[in-house]
């Protein structure tokens, strides 16, 4: 870095400054520096730096899946932030257990990461205060935790299972069900959403129309075209359904179209995500996004926040409003 600084004629600071993306540099500088570290192919030694500063410029990101393409589109918007604030971003996989999910966080713990952002599985926090009694700061996103109070950045999943169950409400469904998801925040928050939909509609809430899958995983739309096969044999069967998510969505809705049914004539199906799969479907998927980009973005935020105050603050809490994404697959007038 001296070498540098000595070449250019500018300060050792100013060398760090531009390794670190530091945002007040012009550009001509920068370009300057840029251009002789790569002439150098010199490499920043960022041990001896987080020895210095006390910090490792990584963040850890613990998500359930990392085949989902809702935790990819966050991780992405999630590091294309911290990337541009000199922070660079390690992913693991909990494979929704909680074992594992408690190996991992404590493998990130170990190689002193700065921050960790989780997407948990577990139904307990004793995980979570043992991190803020190590004085390990920590944002939650997509599935909140009873008894936490903790930063937090995901979709009001209320709302989504009220927009999702009035849109199929609006289109004239009367005997609306729901393929549900595991036992945690985000598909209990659904399912209360879908429930209330119905009852402020003056709608009956029939149990034999709500089909649980206890894993949201890879195995997704086989999932949902089980369910879809349990609600198939209901009778009388259901003329509109809403998942708790895109790939139960087109499970449910490949085993319809196999089963002869008309989509949305003889039933409407929306899923949540809008996770782009529209390219592949035989019928466009109607869906609520979630917005899974300004999650990561939003989360990032907090992330920078944290680390770029002296003291902890109070945790924040981010709500993101979901949106109706009308597609084929409802898209229907009332009867």
Known sequence: MKDIARDLGVSVITISKVLR?????????????????????????FAARSLVTGRSYLVGLVVPDLLHPFFAEVAKSLSDVLRKNGYYLIVSSSEEDPELE????NQLLARRLDTLIVASCRSTVELFFRMENEKMPY????RKLPGLSAN?????????????????????????????GPAYSTALQRLE????????????????????????????????????????????????????????????????????????????????GNLHYDDALRVPLSTIDQQSRRIGEEAARITLRILNSKTAGKPERVFLEPQLIVRASTERKPR
């Open 21 to 45: 993306n530091h945002p007040d540099i012009g550009d001509q500088t920068r370009e300057r520096v840029l251009a002789r570290v790569k002439e150098l192919d010199y490499r920043p030694n």
């Open 193 to 272: 959403g879908y429930k209330r939909g119905l009852t402020e509609a003056g709608r009956k809430i029939v149990d034999d129309y709500v089909v649980a899958q206890p894993k949201v995983d890879v195995d997704s739309r086989q999932h949902g075209a089980e369910a879809m096969g349990q609600l198939l044999s209901r009778k009388p069967r259901p003329d509109g359904v809403f998942c708790f998510n895109d790939p139960l969505a087109i499970g449910a809705m490949s085993r319809a179209l196999d089963a002869g049914l008309r989509i949305p004539e003889d039933l409407a199906i929306i899923g949540c």
């Open 102 to 105: 408690e190996q991992e966080i």
């Open 152 to 180: 937090f950045v995901g979709v009001d999943d209320e709302a989504v299972g009220m927009l999702a169950t009035k849109h199929l409400i609006d289109i004239g469904c009367q005997r609306i069900a729901h393929i549900r």
């Open 139 to 142: 944002v939650l996103v997509d």
